[in-house]
């Protein structure tokens, strides 16, 4: 049997009928989504980061192009190291090869901004050395942590005892790591009350924190043997913000640092230096340092 004209347009329109409710209710949906549970998941966002104002912060900050970037180099290397696909793989090796290209293109300082800067660092090694590795870096940071825990700098200084040493700033990233300052505090107060050695041990055990208070700075003060008035007074009264605020406002004006770990390899005696932004492996510093000796 078959259908004659009216009875295929009656389902035609059918047909249609149909089609337009589904679009209907999708839309529905999407709306209730919207009003209801995506601004649940910003209010709950807002909670999060501490407020509205500081939500805006972080937004700001995801949306900056060179914290993308510095993020993309950095999951691209993660991805290399934990062997991921092929495409990945390959990915993250062009963009390594393309940050080895950009360390070919030094910049250079004068003399009176380098001993600024590395007037306020903590060393390790020899501080008179030729090359100086300064490591901009934020203890609950998780790249910093691998990168410290890989021993990365540690090791090209290792690698060249009379020409390289460490030099170590702090920049914390409070709109990422809201505590962070309070730890980058305690190492500048170990190493104004005992030297650069206790800074760098207050690091060792900084860098395992997932968070700081002030009791918390205090306590692994007491683990390395910081127990006297001078350090705790230090911590309680904020003696060294002002230094670690100054750390943060360096490294981004001079180096346009705006992530951690920012490396930069410095030829102090031309002024030549390069910036390594992101956790890379020991075989990127030493190409950079080649670079700079030369």
Same mark, same amino acid.
């Given at each position: 049997?078959?259908?004659?004209?009216?009875?295929?347009?009656?389902?035609?329109?059918?047909?249609?009928?149909?089609?337009?409710?589904?679009?209907?209710?999708?839309?529905?949906?999407?709306?209730? *989504?919207?009003?209801?549970?995506?601004?649940?998941?910003i209010?709950?966002?807002?909670?999060?980061?501490?407020?509205?104002g500081?939500?805006?912060?972080?937004?700001?900050?995801?949306?900056?192009?060179?914290?993308?970037?510095?993020q993309?180099? +950095?999951?691209?290397?993660v991805l290399?190291?934990? &062997?991921?696909?092929?495409?990945? +793989?390959?990915?993250?090796?062009?963009?390594?090869?393309?940050?080895?290209?950009?360390?070919?293109? +030094?910049?250079?300082?004068?003399?009176?901004?380098?001993?600024?800067i590395?007037?306020?660092? *903590?060393?390790?090694?020899?501080?008179?050395?030729?090359?100086?590795?300064?490591?901009?870096?934020?203890?609950?940071?998780?790249?910093?942590?691998?990168?410290?825990?890989?021993?990365?700098?540690?090791?090209?200084?290792?690698?060249?005892?009379?020409?390289?040493?460490?030099?170590?700033?702090?920049?914390?990233?409070?709109?990422?790591?809201?505590?962070?300052?309070? &730890?980058?505090?305690?190492?500048a107060?170990?190493?104004?009350?005992?030297?650069?050695?206790?800074?760098?041990?207050?690091?060792?055990? &900084?860098?395992?924190?997932?968070?700081?208070?002030?009791?918390?700075?205090?306590?692994?003060?007491?683990?390395i043997?910081?127990?006297?008035?001078?350090?705790?007074?230090?911590?309680?009264?904020?003696?060294?913000?002002?230094?670690?605020?100054?750390?943060?406002?360096?490294?981004?004006?001079?180096?346009?640092?705006?992530?951690?770990?920012?490396?930069?390899?410095?030829?102090?005696?031309?002024?030549?230096?390069?910036?390594?932004?992101?956790? *890379?492996?020991?075989?990127?510093?030493?190409?950079?340092?080649?670079?700079?000796?030369?």
């Open positions: 049997m078959t259908m004659n004209h009216a009875t295929k347009k009656a389902i035609n329109l059918g047909d249609s009928k149909i089609i337009l409710i589904v679009v209907l209710a999708i839309n529905l949906l999407l709306s209730l *989504y919207v009003a209801f549970f995506k601004k649940d998941a209010w709950l966002e807002t909670l999060k980061t501490g407020g509205k500081n939500f805006q912060l972080v937004q700001d900050l995801y949306n900056n192009e060179n914290y993308k970037n510095q993309t180099q +950095t999951i691209n290397q290399s190291q934990m &062997g991921g696909s092929q495409d990945n +793989t390959q990915a993250a090796a062009e963009d390594t090869q393309a940050a080895a290209e950009d360390t070919t293109a +030094t910049q250079t300082l004068d003399k009176a901004k380098i001993d600024s590395l007037s306020t660092a *903590y060393y390790q090694g020899d501080k008179n050395a030729k090359i100086i590795l300064i490591e901009y870096s934020d203890l609950i940071c998780p790249f910093c942590k691998r990168h410290y825990n890989n021993q990365t700098l540690e090791t090209v200084v290792a690698n060249h005892p009379k020409d390289v040493a460490l030099a170590f700033k702090n920049m914390p990233l409070v709109q990422l790591h809201p505590t962070a300052p309070l &730890g980058a505090e305690g190492v107060c170990a190493n104004k009350v005992g030297g650069a050695k206790k800074a760098f041990a207050f690091l060792s055990k &900084g860098f395992q924190a997932q968070n700081f208070t002030t009791d918390s700075v205090i306590a692994i003060g007491k683990e043997g910081l127990t006297s008035s001078a350090f705790v007074n230090c911590v309680k009264n904020g003696e060294t913000k002002a230094e670690v605020d100054a750390s943060i406002q360096e490294g981004n004006s001079v180096f346009g640092i705006n992530g951690t770990p920012g490396n930069v390899v410095l030829n102090r005696e031309t002024g030549k230096y390069i910036v390594i932004a992101g956790a *890379y492996p020991v075989d990127e510093f030493e190409k950079a340092v080649a670079t700079l000796s030369k």
